[in-house]
């Protein structure tokens, strides 16, 4: 009964002039858009692969120079573009992909104010996702709501409900109709989308990140449910027809456009972030400071009394060592505790942002799916965040080596030493793997949580779909 | 050959009533039946019973609470006080169930315009009876109503109300519906048309159907009816058997019933 419900409601859709174009023109987007996604993805691999690979060459064939001023020279670290990206962008557009590494300083470019993003910032660009999140709900809406109000001023419901069908089974009929339909489009669409993920992995690559595009495949198809189920409820209740669209009409509104913008500005609220100009300021005030509220030349001072009471000597020449490289090993440790404690702050400024803008999905079920797509995707701030801490303890690495090669083979005052050029094969290349997938699906439990629950009441109040109202 | 003869033909018989389900006497049941909106009575403690074989049409001015009765039995509406019941059970005790025997066909049989006349039957016939039906089959009903291949297998967009009256007439005969509720089906059906439908009427009740027909027409009432029953302001004032009066006997009472 079900099935045969749900094949007549397909048939109906599927001769419906009205849904034959709007099918047309979301697979027409959703085909565009994994073109391009697929393109940008292999573009922009490529040039990171041969970035990197520049990168490294010219770091392993510098000449015989001091280490810290190699260190000085640095390296740049480029963030892998995962294969997901390609469908789903997530904050990578606002918070660049590649790192310049230097002694001193910690990398930067992960602090844009753009980060926590906005519908309708996201809405210029069509990436796969975009077109999931925000055109497919449309669709199923313009699909869906004359399901039980239009049969009523038809007059069929009439017919239908004096046939003693029973009312939830009605509506589990239309719901599966309403999903067929849809995926008159989603098919072709996965297939297409699963092809340019394919050809866009490098050997292997499609294997592992099989689960992750599985969980999105589900996430995706979860929310659609969600809108079939609020779509049927609301024109199984609505008046009319017209009071079924104008509800859905609002409730596509309120998820896609107003919720993100305003959980948006709740978060800042609730989590305020400084401007880039703040953070570096009171960056810079910190490094000046020192850790522990000490000047570096105090610093400095308290580190050459120590050394030479430990060593029993009056002039740091004396030293076995060179001790402006030890006291510049030392300022860039100083430096790494501020720079942990500042960017330690904005992340769990961020994280406490996302946690609200999860919570969100109480309302705005998209507010959930976003959440997981990046987070699938590997496209969210938390992986950007393990990219980030990924590559400073490279950069931390890599300074340490060097100011320690010079402490050890030189003596101090002396800026003239040069480190024999394999001094540099020492430093093994930078390697970044994205953070397994549970670790990152621990981030998006709200969402996980919510998106279930928005899946379980909407099936529960189709299926409890008891009394229809029949004018 | 006509529609009668090919109904006793048929091949398969119809299923045998249980009698915990259908009380011999009445199929269609009314008790005290009363149905106010607000302050305004629109059905007033109406006892009915109309048992298998009879054709029961109930007259009565626009207002006068026919549909009323109907939805009453339908459950479209729930009554104010009083019992309908289909084969012995409450309409509201049991909306699925008491469902499964009857057939409602309104003023205008609402169908998929979409669907093909064959299409529409296919669905509503296995929604009614919860399997599938061959092509044949149903082709057989609809024949039987009166409506041939070429026309069945056309979109219903384009069918004039006669038509989607056949259809309503074939999704009853899939059904084997043991009741009828028919709200003024045969009103802006020209002569022959309306005269066809007499006829299924007479096919359906030999063969044993309860039917309840809301209508205005004096002489289709007449002529399809066993009994008629006189409604006015939600009242049923009156009730005469067919057989025992004349078309000119029946105007007469009715009209003296609506002058004052
Ligand atoms: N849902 C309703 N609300 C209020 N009044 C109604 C409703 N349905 C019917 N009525 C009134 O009940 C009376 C009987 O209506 P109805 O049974 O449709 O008459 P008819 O005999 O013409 O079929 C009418 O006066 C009508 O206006
Ligand atoms: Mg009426």
């Known amino acids: ?471 | 050959m006509s529609a009668t003869a090919s109904l006793s033909s048929r091949a398969e018989p119809q299923p045998a009533v249980s009698p915990s389900t259908l009380a011999p006497a009445a199929v269609l049941e009314a008790k005290g039946l009363t149905k106010r909106f607000g302050a305004f009575t629109a059905l007033n403690a109406l006892d009915l019973e109309i048992p298998e074989g009879e054709v029961f049409c109930l007259l009565g001015a626009n207002g006068a609470g026919k549909t009323t009765t109907i939805n009453l039995f339908l459950n479209f509406v729930a009554p104010t006080a009083g019992t309908a019941s289909i084969g012995g059970l409450d309409v509201t005790e049991h909306p699925l169930e008491t469902k499964r025997h009857v057939a409602y066909i309104p003023e205008q049989v609402m169908l998929y315009k979409n669907l093909t006349g064959l299409e529409n039957l296919d669905y509503f016939a296995s929604l009614a009876t919860g399997r599938s039906h061959d092509r044949d089959e149903l082709l057989g009903y609809l024949a039987r109503a009166g409506l041939q291949v070429d026309a069945a297998t056309q979109r219903v967009g384009g069918y004039s109300k006669g038509m989607r009256q056949k259809v309503g007439i074939a999704i009853a005969l899939a059904k084997r519906a043991r009741a009828l509720l028919l709200d003024e089906p045969t009103s802006g059906l020209d002569p022959k048309a309306s005269n066809e439908f007499s006829e299924l009427l007479s096919m359906l009740r030999e063969h044993g159907a309860a039917i309840l027909m809301a209508t205005h027409d004096l002489f289709r009432a007449k002529e399809s009816g066993t009994r008629v029953g006189i409604m006015k302001h939600g009242t049923l004032v009156q009730t005469l058997s067919t057989a025992d009066i004349g078309h000119a006997d029946l105007e007469r009472i009715y009209l003296d019933h609506m002058r004052d």
């Open chain 1, 1 to 471: 009964m079900l099935a045969r419900i749900a094949t007549k409601e397909f048939t109906d859709t599927l001769r419906d002039g009205r849904f034959r174009w709007s099918a047309a023109i979301v697979i027409t987007l959703l085909a565009a858009a994994l073109g391009a996604g697929w393109k940008n993805y292999r573009d922009v691999k490529g040039q990171h692969d041969r970035a990197q690979t520049a990168m490294r060459d010219f770091w392993l064939n510098q000449p015989a120079k001091n280490p810290h001023s190699a260190a000085h020279y640095g390296v740049w670290a480029f963030k892998p573009r995962t294969l997901l990206s390609l469908v789903e962008q997530g904050v990578d557009p606002y918070v660049g992909v590649a790192a310049y590494l230097e002694a001193h300083k910690q990398n930067e470019f992960q602090f844009r104010p753009a980060m926590d993003a906005t519908a309708t910032q996201r809405f210029g660009q069509w990436t796969a996702a975009t077109i999931l999140q925000i055109l497919l709900p449309l669709l199923i809406v313009v699909l869906a709501f004359p399901a039980f109000a239009g049969e009523r001023e038809l007059g069929t419901l009439r017919q239908l409900v004096s046939l003693g069908v029973k009312p939830s089974v009605l509506a589990g009929g239309k719901a599966l109709g309403v999903a067929a339909g849809l995926g008159v489009l989603l098919v072709p669409a996965t297939i297409l989308g699963v092809m340019a993920l394919a050809l866009a992995a490098s050997e292997g690559a499609f294997a592992v990140e099989m689960p992750r595009i599985g969980l999105m495949a589900l996430t995706y198809l979860a929310y659609f449910v969600v809108f079939i189920a609020v779509s049927l409820v609301v024109s199984a209740r609505a008046r009319s027809s017209r009071v079924a669209l104008l509800v859905l009409l609002a409730f596509w509104a309120v998820n896609s456009l107003v919720a993100p913008r305003v959980l948006s500005d709740v978060a800042r609220r609730v989590a305020p972030t400084p401007s880039a100009f703040q953070f570096i300021t009171a960056l810079d005030a910190d490094l000046k400071k020192g850790p522990d509220g000490h000047s570096p030349d105090v610093r400095t001072d308290s580190l050459r009394r120590t050394l030479l009471a430990k060593h029993r000597v009056s002039t740091v020449d004396s030293l076995p060592f060179n001790f402006d490289a030890v006291q510049m090993q030392q300022a860039e440790e100083d430096g790494n505790i501020v720079f942990d404690r500042h960017y330690g702050a904005l992340y769990s400024a961020y994280r406490r942002q996302n946690i609200v803008h999860q919570l969100g999905a109480v309302v705005a079920p998209l507010l959930a799916v976003r959440a997981l797509s990046m987070g699938l995707a590997g496209t969210d701030v938390e992986h950007h965040r393990a990219f980030a801490d990924a590559s400073e303890a490279y950069r931390r690495m890599l300074i340490k080596k060097m100011n320690g090669s010079m402490a050890e083979n030189s003596r101090s005052g002396d800026f003239s030493y040069k480190a024999d050029p394999s001094l540099w094969k020492e430093v093994p290349p930078f390697t970044y793997e994205q953070p397994p997938l549970v670790l990152s699906m621990g981030m998006q439990l709200p969402s996980l949580w919510l998106l279930l629950a928005w899946v379980v009441i909407g099936l529960v109040s189709v299926v409890r779909t008891r009394k229809l109202n029949l004018d």
